[in-house]
Nanobody
Framework: QVQLVESGGGLVQAGGSLTLSCAAS????????MGWFRQAPGKEREFVAA????????YYADSVKGRFTISRANGANTVSLQMNSLKPEDTAVYYC?????????????????WGQGTQVTVSS
């Protein structure tokens, strides 16, 4: 079993910044990809960003490109999501996920383990 714990959510004004972190523990397989998804009320869970095992490849949803940065040290079991220029439409519960390496990191069903989520609220 793999446990994922997210932290760093909160309330921020539009244009502000937040950094989310996720730590994986337990029986992790390697290599693995780490990703972030989000779910707003009444909407489907959607892909935000993902990063490869080495940290050398990062992937982003079009809606966050240029504003969010995912990072991870080579082979590390923690991942961060730096979120800048936040907008009210970024308001959601953000989930960390872990899965095997993939060239289609936006596929939600690819990920095997999920965290409990952390709330991000952006006020206008």
């Amino acid at each position: 079993q793999v446990q994922l714990v997210e932290s760093g959510g909160g309330l921020v004004q539009a244009g502000g910044s937040l950094t989310l972190s996720c730590a994986a523990s337990g029986r992790t397989f390697s290599p693995y990809m780490m990703g972030w998804f989000r779910q707003a009320p009444g909407k489907e869970r959607e892909f935000v960003a993902a990063i490869s095992w080495s940290g050398g490849s990062a992937y982003y949803a079009d809606s966050v490109k240029g504003r969010f940065t995912i990072s991870r040290a080579n082979g590390a079991n923690t991942v961060s999501l730096q979120m800048n220029s936040l907008k009210p439409e970024d308001t959601a519960v953000y989930y960390c996920a872990v899965g095997p390496p993939s060239n289609r990191p936006a596929l939600r069903n690819w990920y095997d383990y999920w965290g409990q989520g952390t709330q991000v609220t952006v006020s206008s």
